[in-house]
């Protein structure tokens, strides 16, 4: 080998080493932020966190932006310790890196959140939600009333935020008993006199209006209503009162935007976009364009923001960015754009100045960080918000407890503990791994949009609790879980669902337990859901429920399909209440499957056990009306079930916390049944440790009321935007 081809290996050989060395760095780097943020965020260790973040400054070398970001992280925690060594810190952010204009601009609204400001910016509580109430659409003009509706019965309400009156505006049960029928999504026109409602009247939805004015229930005017249109709802109106911007999903699942004429109830598309539609669309206050936020990708729930010209001539992405970004609205001069972002980590209000439709210069941070969705931006330039407070359903909060039971004695032998302290009141449906090791859950965070308007919900994620170690691990799969229930699969390696994926298509779907790649198993062929799969003990086949589980007056069926083969079989037919929980519908030895059947004409419901490989099937417990009974858990052993029998039924629901039940352990052999002493009101189906011993299971409670609330003086004064 020559000089020159030794020096080429060597510089090789270096470069090599020196990449190597560069990736080794990155991923301590990514492990060391991890460790940082977990003890200020969970184990509230702050200063533990501030001398991480300390080490990951010093060695960020030419990654400004890792600096900054630790940087800014370090001044909160001392800024949480009330050490005033947080402000010299932001101070250098904003003077040392301001290249890194997210975090420069956080630090300089936290140097300023201390003292007032020029604007005398101003948050506060204006009204509370009662429970089962859910705000959808925009507060009037003029401050004074917020439209919501009351799943109590269907009916869209308007709350007055001065009085705290509330005023019905449809009648549900009066006019369509005997129908399921109710509103959803309410819209004030710019003058306040009327208000555009969505209204389902299956298997469509109906655009209607009605006046403010006057007293008692309004007669409405049926606008737009077509049987090709599953979903239409109206998100805002022009300022004069002429257009309708709306968003509907065709009965092919197609979404598109467009707007409504009020005078006719014309239609005229604007765009075809993702299923899952924008958060909100939001007329300019000259009416010439509408603002909106996007999904960008199938595989994430990440949104851009984006106006449209309403003569469809041209279109903006007006902001285009990692994090996830949704509009609020304009400011009354129509100079600015106003959305949210969590670039920061937290979400934050910022503003984009506008001219002609057209973004001009970089986004400001107005405030570091706020709270709920948006019910609009008033004339008087007042943000209004819901702000949600934790909670597992419209109804509902839960938390995951976790204790030692003695099914043979029927008692605790250690009182249970709730672990799980994060995003408390929003964890439910737990289920252990088949080593034990691991605790997979259902968490419902907020504000994190699945579908727009009044398809927007909170979404569900899936957490890994370890016992062991006592951390949490959330895994984000890009899928909309529903019911939200996981069950893990027979080798452990990943978990399995129901729900629709980012396409809209419904189906069974695989969950990589530690990448959260999804990947569907059968999908949906017609209207018919499918649910609840479960697997056998060798890993081989799947059984699942397809048909319309729920409606005891529709058949649903068993079925076993061969996983290599995609062959499947019909193993049972009937009719049911309600599909199980996050128990598996199969014994562990793969044996016997459990169903939950309602005899119509008795309203008896019972739990059947039924042979896979044939033959027929056994009433193993039952209850008469009302009393109705529920599927909990198989004992590991396989030789029992654990059911539920609820005294009364309210909702349809045996965890309700409203609900006294009582659990009872049914032995396969036909021996006499035993009622265990564990009061049950309010738990959801548990998950039986493999030790045959710990149990863990979600327990609700009534939720804390929704609340309104107001952010005035956030912005300059028409004409003083600089």
Same mark, same amino acid.
């Given at each position: 080998m020559n000089r020159l081809s030794l020096m080429a290996l060597v510089a090789l050989l270096a470069a090599g080493l020196q990449t190597t060395q560069a990736q080794q760095s990155a991923a301590q780097t990514e492990k060391l932020l991890a460790s940082a943020q977990h003890k200020a965020t969970i184990d509230g260790d702050l200063k533990g966190a501030i001398e991480d973040y300390k080490k990951i400054v010093a060695g960020a070398g030419a990654n400004r932006a890792l600096a900054a970001q630790a940087l800014v992280r370090m001044a909160e925690c001392y800024q949480k310790l009330g050490d005033s060594e947080s402000r010299r810190i932001y101070e250098r952010v904003t003077r040392e890196y301001a290249d890194q204009k997210d975090f420069?601009?956080?630090?300089?609204?936290?140097?300023?959140?201390?003292?007032?400001?020029?604007?005398?910016?101003?948050?506060?509580?204006?009204?509370?939600?009662?429970?089962?109430?859910?705000?959808?659409?925009?507060?009037?003009?003029?401050?004074?009333?917020?439209?919501?509706?009351?799943?109590?019965?269907?009916?869209?309400?308007?709350?007055?935020?001065?009085?705290?009156?509330?005023?019905?505006?449809?009648?549900?049960?009066?006019?369509?008993?005997?129908?399921s029928q109710f509103a959803v999504q309410a819209a004030f026109s710019k003058d306040g006199r009327q208000v555009a409602y969505g209204w389902v009247v299956a298997p469509h939805t109906e655009l209607r209006i009605v006046d403010v004015a006057g007293a008692g229930i309004p007669q409405p005017r049926r606008l737009f209503g077509n049987d090709e249109i599953a979903n239409i709802w109206p998100d805002d109106w022009s300022t004069d009162g002429k257009w309708l911007a709306v968003q509907l999903?065709?009965?092919?699942?197609?979404?598109?935007?467009?707007?409504?004429?009020?005078?006719?109830?014309?239609?005229?598309?604007?765009?075809?976009?993702?299923?899952?539609?924008?958060a909100r669309l939001m007329f300019s206050p000259d009416s010439k364009y509408l603002a909106y936020d996007l999904p960008v990708s199938d595989s994430n729930g990440q949104r851009d923001v984006f106006i449209l010209a309403?003569?469809?001539?041209?279109?903006?992405?007006?902001?285009?960015?990692?994090?996830?970004?949704?509009?609020?609205?304009?400011?009354?001069?129509?100079?600015?754009?106003?959305?949210?972002?969590d670039r920061t980590?937290?979400?934050?209000?910022?503003?984009?100045?506008?001219?002609?439709?057209?973004?001009?210069?970089?986004?400001?941070?107005?405030?570091?960080?706020?709270?709920?969705?948006?019910?609009?931006?008033?004339?008087?330039?007042?943000?209004?918000?819901?702000?949600?407070?934790?909670?597992?359903?419209?109804?509902?909060?839960?938390?995951?407890?976790?204790?030692?039971?003695?099914?043979?004695?029927?008692?605790?032998?250690?009182?249970?503990?709730?672990?799980?302290?994060?995003?408390?009141?929003?964890?439910?449906? *737990? /289920?252990? !791994? +088949? @080593? $034990?090791?691991? #605790?997979?859950y259902v968490s419902r965070r907020e504000g994190a949009t699945e579908g727009g308007g009044a398809g927007t919900r909170n979404r569900f994620i899936v957490a890994m609790y370890s016992p062991q170690t006592g951390q949490v691990r959330d895994v984000s799969p890009a899928l909309n879980m529903y019911p939200p229930v996981v069950r893990w699969s027979a080798n452990g390696r990943s978990l399995l669902t129901n729900g629709r994926d980012l396409k809209g298509r419904q189906g069974l779907y695989r969950i990589d337990a530690d990448s959260g790649v999804v990947a569907p198993i059968v999908?949906?062929?017609?209207?018919?859901?499918?649910?609840? *799969? /479960?697997? !056998? +003990? @060798? $890993?081989?086949? #799947?059984?699942?429920?397809?048909?319309?589980?729920?409606?005891?007056?529709?058949?649903?069926?068993?079925?076993?399909?061969?996983?290599?083969?995609?062959?499947?079989?019909?193993?049972?037919?009937?009719?049911?209440?309600?599909?199980p929980g996050p128990a598996s519908l199969l014994s562990p030895d793969g044996q016997w499957i459990v169903v939950s059947t309602l005899a119509p004409a008795t309203q008896t419901s019972a739990l059947l056990l039924v042979p896979v490989r044939g033959g027929p099937a056994k009433d193993i417990i039952h209850a008469d009306s009302p009393r109705r009974v529920a599927f909990q858990s198989w004992t590991p052993d396989g030789r029992a079930?654990?059911?539920?029998?609820?005294?009364?039924?309210?909702?349809?629901?045996?965890?309700?916390?409203?609900?006294?039940?009582?659990?009872?352990?049914?032995?396969?052999?036909?021996?006499?049944?035993?009622?265990?002493?564990?009061?049950?009101?309010?738990?959801?189906?548990?998950?039986?440790?493999?030790?045959?011993?710990?149990?863990?299971?979600?327990?609700?409670?009534?939720?804390?009321?929704?609340?309104?609330?107001?952010?005035?003086?956030?912005?300059?004064?028409?004409?003083?935007?600089?």
């Open positions: 420069a601009a956080l630090a300089h609204a936290r140097l300023g959140a201390s003292t007032p400001t020029s604007t005398g910016m101003m948050s506060r509580r204006i009204t509370s939600v009662p429970v089962g109430g859910v705000g959808y659409g925009t507060v009037s003009p003029d401050g004074r009333y917020f439209p919501y509706t009351n799943w109590d019965n269907g009916d869209l309400f308007l709350r007055d935020l001065v009085t705290g009156a509330d005023r019905r505006m449809t009648n549900v049960s009066a006019l369509y008993a005997k129908e999903r065709r009965q092919d699942k197609t979404a598109q935007m467009g707007l409504v004429g009020v005078q006719d109830g014309s239609l005229r598309i604007l765009k075809s976009v993702d299923w899952r539609g924008a309403i003569d469809g001539s041209r279109e903006a992405a007006a902001v285009v960015h990692p994090a996830n970004d949704l509009v609020m609205g304009w400011s009354a001069d129509g100079s600015a754009l106003i959305f949210s972002s980590d937290a979400v934050g209000l910022w503003r984009l100045r506008v001219s002609e439709g057209t973004p001009i210069g970089a986004p400001e941070l107005i405030k570091p960080q706020i709270d709920g969705a948006p019910l609009g931006i008033g004339r008087n330039g007042a943000l209004y918000s819901l702000v949600h407070h934790p909670r597992f359903n419209a109804v509902v909060s839960a938390d995951i407890h976790v204790a030692t039971f003695d099914f043979d004695a029927g008692r605790f032998l250690a009182p249970p503990m709730t672990p799980i302290q994060r995003f408390v009141g929003t964890n439910n449906f *737990p /289920s252990w !791994s +088949p @080593d $034990g090791h691991t #605790l997979a999908l949906s062929s017609d209207n018919a859901e499918l649910r609840s *799969p /479960s697997e !056998s +003990p @060798d $890993g081989k086949s #799947l059984y699942y429920m397809r048909g319309y589980v729920g409606d005891p007056e529709k058949e649903f069926a068993v079925i076993e399909r061969d996983l290599h083969s995609g062959n499947e079989r019909e193993v049972f037919r009937g009719r049911s209440i309600f599909s079930i654990l059911a539920t029998i609820a005294e009364t039924f309210q909702g349809g629901d045996v965890s309700s916390p409203d609900v006294a039940a009582e659990l009872w352990r049914v032995a396969l052999d036909g021996s006499a049944r035993r009622k265990l002493d564990l009061n049950v009101a309010g738990m959801t189906p548990f998950s039986i440790h493999p030790d045959g011993r710990q149990i863990a299971y979600g327990l609700t409670e009534r939720a804390k009321d929704d609340e309104v609330w107001v952010l005035e003086n956030f912005l300059p004064k028409p004409g003083k935007l600089p």
